[in-house]
Every structure is written in C-alpha cells, then in structure tokens.
T-cell receptor, first 110, second 114 residues
Framework: GENVEQHPSTLSVQEGDSAVIKCTYSDSASNYFPWYKQELGKRPQLIIDIRSNVGEKKDQRIAVTLNKTAKHFSLHITETQPEDSAVYFCAASSNYKLTFGKGTLLTVNP | NAGVTQTPKFQVLKTGQSMTLQCAQDMNHNSMYWYRQDPGMGLRLIYYSASEGTTDKGEVPNGYNVSRLNKREFSLRLESAAPSQTSVYFC?????????????FGDGTRLSIL
C-alpha cells in the first residue's frame, strides 16, 4: 500500500522567511497530491493540489512542486505571515486511496 | 452554504456505550468519507461511500459501521465504544467518486471514551 513520509515534523521560521515542507510517496500509481492546512481545533482545509501531469503549481505565496521520478513533492510558502501558523498535511492519492502524511507544525514568529 | 456539517461537536461516552455521529453536506457531492485523527497519526480513513447506496471499508474500519442514508447524509456508528476509539472524527465529501478529487471537511466531532 501507499506510504507517505512528511518532513520536518515541526518547522519554525521568522515572519517574512520562506518555509518548505517535503513529502515522499511509495506508490507509483499515485496521481493526485493535495495539501491541507489545519489550524488548531479547526477542520483541514485544502490549500493547493497538483496532479501527476504537472510539475509545479503556484497560488499567490504558495507553490507545490512534484518530482514523479523521485516520488517526492514539496510545499513552498514565501513571505510567511503569523496567520500561516498551522499544521500542514500532504497526501498522495490513486483512484482507490488517499494517504495522508503525519503533518508538519509550522510556527511563524513575528 | 454550510458545506459539511457534523453533529455533535463534542461527546463523552462510557466504555460499551453506543452512539451515532451524524454528517450532512449541502454541496450535492456524490462521495463522502469518515476519518479519525489521532495525535501524530495524521488522518486515517475509516469508511467511505463513493456514491449513494454504496459503502466500503477504509484503513481502520474495525469497531465502526456506516450508513449512507441518502445523497446528503452519511452516519458513523460505534456499537460498543472502547477507549481506543477516543479521537477526533472528521467527515468529508467530494464532488465525484475516486480519491483523486478535492475533499471538503466538516468541523469534526471530539469523542472521549472513558
């Protein structure tokens, strides 16, 4: 079955710096890679996703890159703000299963 | 639109008690899912319903049952609660079947089993 590894488990940055979270997956059939943000006590919310036919996708300060050959994908947040502080989850999906990473706690210090 | 609505938000049960967690979506989505979230474990799929009238087991189905009551509603039942089922439960929905579609989550039910 699919195994998704996410690193780091915690990340602390200064406001305005960039943050990068990395994930690896094991199933070469995976073709959809969403990222979710979960603030403390709140629901997970989709912030960006990428499909296997695309190498990079951007949405304002957020970008995701995918390397199918190496089976890894990354979330990049630029110009971080205190409101970016949350737990971020990556996930990898085939048609039959969505597997989540264990999450990264991002803290943005003012 | 409310999106995905879960009830109750909090519940405390004693070991052996039963209860049903309710979930409803108003986005006319076909697929619905139940996850549990435990510290350090991410989200794990309990059961899902690809479309009205179908349900399938996920990664951790033992101790749970589900009912897809209609297109809008998908309930999760604990027949005999155990302390290991203490968790936060999230319901989610997606527009079409298959796991390669965006999923929209409810606010969760925080369940404690004593």
């Amino acid at each position: 079955g699919e195994n998704v590894e996410q690193h780091p488990s915690t990340l602390s940055v200064q406001e305005g710096d960039s943050a990068v979270i990395k994930c690896t997956y094991s199933d070469s059939a995976s073709n959809y890679f969403p990222w979710y943000k979960q603030e403390l006590g709140k629901r997970p919310q989709l912030i960006i996703d990428i499909r296997s036919n695309v190498g990079e996708k951007k949405d304002q300060r957020i970008a995701v890159t995918l390397n199918k050959t190496a089976k890894h994908f990354s979330l990049h947040i630029t110009e971080t703000q205190p409101e970016d502080s949350a737990v971020y989850f990556c996930a990898a999906s085939s048609n039959y299963k969505l597997t989540f990473g264990k999450g990264t706690l991002l803290t943005v210090n003012p | 639109n409310a999106g995905v609505t879960q009830t109750p938000k909090f519940q405390v049960l004693k070991t052996g008690q039963s209860m049903t967690l309710q979930c409803a979506q108003d986005m006319n989505h076909n697929s619905m899912y139940w996850y549990r979230q435990d510290p350090g474990m991410g989200l794990r799929l309990i059961y899902y319903s690809a479309s009205e009238g179908t349900t399938d087991k996920g990664e951790v189905p033992n101790g749970y049952n589900v009912s897809r009551l209609n297109k809008r509603e998908f309930s999760l039942r604990l027949e005999s609660a155990a302390p290991s089922q203490t968790s936060v439960y999230f319901c989610a929905s997606s527009e079409v079947g298959g796991f390669n579609q965006p999923q929209h989550f409810g606010d969760g039910t925080r369940l404690s089993i004593l």
